[in-house]
């Protein structure tokens, strides 16, 4: 009965390099969000997917920044030429389909971004 | 534009009194409120929710109080114990809306019960 799985917990990055954050949602779940935590602050939304679908993407930087929930596998949060403030908590979270229950999202433990 | 806010970053009871945490919103399109509990390096853990169609929603020792009027929600813990030490956060959702999942959050609480 596992719950929201993320990986890596930790990632160290140097300036310029890639990042990949994987996420693997509860079974049964068809809904998928990225949600970022900067030091000292809140959880700020970041996208939402369905299976190979972005519903809203509206908290996603501009550049740099692009998710995936492709038909099979794990969701990707990928953070290409990284820099330091992108030093960050990174949460998935999953919740099933809206006619199943209310809006309740269930969280990974968060891959921890550290950029060098 | 902090759409939720939580106006006290800490909060310090004593073991078995009431700990009461406050939640503010702006928007008026948000109809669906949770609570979620954090842990130092574990992600967020939902602890209660309310409908905006209720104004009250009580689970176990958590009791959540919605005043839509006044846009403000409350987090009711009795009793505290310790273990309940945590930061707490607020979170809202246009349930109703396209993306019926996205949450927004406050920027939490800190809750420390001391024994």
């Known amino acids: 009965n596992a719950g929201v799985m993320q990986n890596p917990r930790h990632l160290v990055r140097r300036r310029g390099q890639e990042a990949r954050l994987r996420c693997s949602p509860m079974?049964?779940?068809?809904?998928v969000y990225w949600y970022r935590q900067l030091p000292e602050e809140g959880l700020k939304f970041m996208v939402y997917l369905q299976k190979e679908n972005i519903i809203d993407e509206s908290g996603m930087p501009k550049e740099r920044f692009s998710a995936e929930f492709p038909k099979e596998g794990p969701s990707i949060l990928r953070i290409q030429q990284v820099v330091r403030g992108d030093s960050a908590a990174y949460f998935c979270a999953s919740s099933p389909q809206k006619d199943r229950g209310g809006p309740e999202a269930f969280f990974g433990q968060g891959t921890r971004l550290t950029v060098v | 534009d902090q759409q939720v806010k939580q106006n006290s970053p800490s909060l310090s009871v004593q073991e078995g009194r009431i700990s009461i945490l406050n939640c503010d919103y702006t928007n008026s399109m948000f109809d669906y409120f949770l609570w979620y509990k954090k842990y130092p390096a574990e992600g967020p853990t939902f602890l209660i929710s309310?409908?905006?169609?209720?104004d009250k929603n009580e689970d176990g020792r958590f009791t959540v109080f919605l005043n839509k009027s006044a846009k403000h929600l409350s987090l009711h813990i009795v009793p505290s114990q310790p273990g309940d030490s945590a930061v707490y956060f607020c979170a809202a959702s246009d349930a109703g809306g396209t993306s019926y999942g996205k949450l927004t959050f406050g920027q939490g609480t800190i809750l420390t019960v001391h024994p």
């Open positions: 309310i409908s905006s169609i209720k």
């Open positions: 079974k049964g779940h068809s809904h």
